[in-house]
């Protein structure tokens, strides 16, 4: 079956280390997203990629790295620099061509500053 | 600029129907979509709209309005795992690239 993968489902760091939280997924996707989710907020876009070895910032980006040296795969780096790391972690990819555009998401990873 | 915006929370009772409003202000609009997302869990897509009309499935049907820059998902028979937050998107086109913009979401709490 098709789909999107996130792992870890849940990730514990210490202050000071960084850590990558991985999204790889197997439709074909073009574009991929990462998105933030803070406990009753919506969604804010991290970085986001259209095409291998491209990829732009979003609304929230500084203190997160991100690589897409292959299609299928979109991994997260939150480094130490990221002032407030806990929260929900999103993973997305879309087709860019009409139709059937939607979102599939991954199943999350929350990560928790210890 | 761009912007979504939804109610922050909405009650309703079981069995009843229930309608969440999206408004929105984009520049090159090119879809709306709608996503159920529960507690803890990440969004499942629920329905697409790109032409004026209602677009009905089962129980959950979606209206758009683009002279508006309106969007509603209407949920029939409502049933206690209608429980979640309901997330309203537009796909935009900025000249360069397609992005997809979020609204905040309205929680549905569902009543006995």
């Known amino acids: 079956d098709g789909g999107i993968t996130q792992s870890p489902k849940y990730l514990f760091r210490k202050e000071g280390q960084n850590v990558t939280l991985s999204c790889e997924q197997n439709l074909n996707h073009d574009a991929m997203y990462w998105y933030r989710q803070d406990p009753g907020q919506g969604l804010r876009l991290i970085y986001y990629s259209q095409i291998v070895n491209d990829f732009q910032k979003g609304d929230i980006a500084e203190g997160y790295s991100v690589s897409r040296e292959k299609k299928e795969s979109f991994p997260l780096t939150v480094t130490s620099a990221q002032k407030n790391p806990t929260a929900f972690y999103l993973c997305?990819?879309?087709?860019?061509?009409?139709?059937?555009?939607?979102?599939?998401f991954g199943q999350g990873t929350r990560l928790t500053v210890v | 600029g761009q912007n979504i915006d939804q109610p922050t929370e909405m009650t309703a009772t079981e069995g009843a129907i229930v309608q969440i409003n999206c408004t929105y202000q984009?520049?090159?609009?090119?879809?709306l979509f709608w996503y159920q997302q529960h507690a803890g869990e990440a969004p499942t897509f629920l329905s697409y709209?790109?032409l004026d009309g209602l677009e009905e499935k089962g129980r959950f049907s979606s209206f758009l309005s683009r002279s508006k820059g309106y969007s509603y998902l209407l949920l029939k028979e409502l049933q206690m795992k209608d429980s979640a937050s309901y997330l309203c998107?537009?796909?935009?086109?900025?000249?360069?690239?397609?992005?997809?913009?979020w609204g905040a979401g309205t929680k549905l709490i569902i009543k006995p």
């Open positions: 998107a537009v796909r935009d086109w900025d000249g360069s690239n397609y992005q997809l913009i």
């Open positions: 997305a990819s879309t087709r860019l061509v009409p139709p059937n555009t939607e979102a599939f």
């Open positions: 984009t520049s090159g609009f090119n879809g």
């Open positions: 709209n790109v």
